[in-house]
Nanobody, 126 residues
Framework: QVQLVESGGGLVQAGGSLRLSCAAS????????VGWFRQAPGKEREFVAA????????NYADSVKGRFAISRDNAKNTGYLRMNSLKPEDTAVYYC???????????????????WGQGTQVTVSS
């Protein structure tokens, strides 16, 4: 099993940046695909980005392409989401998620992910 803990959220002005971290327990973290999702009030949870186990493959939602960057450090059992040029519509609770896979194809739907963090709030003011 993997336990995930997000950190790095906060309040930022539009145009600013944040880096979210996802610290994972477990010695096999390197064999997990890691994804980031977000959920705004009154909206469904939506895909943001995902990265394969070796970091050889990534996928991004169209709404964040060119602004967000997902990465991972398997030696530190940590995943990251760097968010630049933040917009008020990026405001949401951001969740880190993972599932066991050594495929280079990364899932973009929440149902594919078996493990979830508790979420971290990101608020972007205009």
């Amino acid at each position: 099993q993997v336990q995930l803990v997000e950190s790095g959220g906060g309040l930022v002005q539009a145009g600013g940046s944040l880096r979210l971290s996802c610290a994972a327990s477990g010695r096999t973290f390197s064999r997990y695909t890691v994804g980031w999702f977000r959920q705004a009030p009154g909206k469904e949870r939506e895909f943001v980005a995902a990265i394969s186990w070796t970091a050889g493959s990534t996928n991004y939602a169209d709404s964040v392409k060119g602004r967000f960057a997902i990465s991972r450090d398997n030696a530190k059992n940590t995943g990251y989401l760097r968010m630049n040029s933040l917009k008020p519509e990026d405001t949401a609770v951001y969740y880190c998620a993972a599932y066991l896979s050594t495929s280079t194809v990364v899932a973009t739907t929440p149902v594919a992910y078996d493990y979830w963090g508790q979420g971290t709030q990101v608020t972007v003011s205009s």
